[in-house]
């Protein structure tokens, strides 16, 4: 690994151990709600505190945007943190949670690492060099339509503004798939495209955080990432279609219908 990566998968699992010495007291976690649907936990904060304090320790000038302390300013190196996607199903002892870090320099995302600690799976990749499962080498999969595929998603429950177009979307991917998955981590959700457990995935309304790391990962394992109108704003919109280089087409296809101006900024 790289010295950049060396210190994510270090910051990762820092914050992964104080996830898990968590996890065995649920009921005594203080929780506070940001907004509807969307809850913050003293876990999100400690894990957040580790990531950062190891992260400054190596590299005190780089730059880190983080879900909950928000943007710490620097240099051309920007951190994109999520301490715990997943608070909701971490809350509730449903086991799909994980640690996001992803790095950027100038725009393009360099470094990423998602960390799943009740699995101990490390999912990591490095610009031009892969993407890889602990220490073995993964690829998306080579599904040549939407027949038998199996996709992720995420169902909007914060904002509904655009339910009904997510919904459309899922009436008509559904049909011709092996089945739609909802398990509540856009992180694991990208890296499992990225391993060849998911064939595909789709979701609007994402923050940079959600998915900076499962990005870098997709495409490492030789993926696409677009927006959900097949374009490259991608970390911009929140709104996001991941897969196989074949798959991809017909999901950009099969969405298209369901598009508006707003979809697609």
Excluded at 32 to 59: G, H, Q, Y
Aim: proline share 4%; aromatic share 10%.
């Amino acid at each position: 690994m790289n010295p950049t990566t060396t210190i994510a998968v270090r910051a990762a699992r820092a914050a992964g151990r104080v996830i898990s010495r968590y996890s065995e007291r649920l009921d005594a976690i203080k929780i506070e709600t940001k907004k509807r649907n969307d809850f913050v936990s003293e876990v999100d904060r400690a894990a957040e505190r580790e990531i950062i304090s190891t992260i400054r320790a190596a590299f005190p000038d780089h730059a880190i945007i983080a879900e909950e302390s928000g943007v710490h300013k620097g240099n051309d190196y920007q951190w994109i943190i999520d301490p715990l996607d997943g608070t909701t199903n971490y809350l509730h002892g449903f086991p799909q949670y994980a640690v996001s870090i992803a790095l950027r320099f100038r725009g393009e995302l360099t470094v990423a690492v998602v960390y799943d600690p009740s699995r101990d799976e490390l999912f990591h990749a490095s610009k031009g060099e892969g993407a890889y499962l602990d220490e073995r080498r993964i690829r998306v999969t080579q599904k040549k339509g939407l027949e038998g595929a199996l996709l992720g998603t995420g169902i909007p429950f914060r904002d509904l503004t655009h339910a009904d177009a997510y919904f459309g979307m899922m009436r008509d991917l559904i049909v011709d798939t092996a089945g739609v998955r909802r398990p509540g981590s856009a992180a694991l959700d990208f890296a499992y495209v990225a391993a060849g457990r998911l064939d595909g995935f789709w979701e609007l309304g994402l923050a940079p955080w959600d998915f900076a790391a499962g990005a870098l990962l997709v495409k490492e394992a030789g993926g696409m990432v677009t927006d959900i109108a097949g374009g490259e704003r991608y970390l911009e919109s929140g709104n996001v279609l991941a897969g196989g280089p074949h798959l991809h087409h017909f999901l950009v296809d099969r969405v298209k219908p369901y598009l508006n101006e707003n979809l697609t900024f």
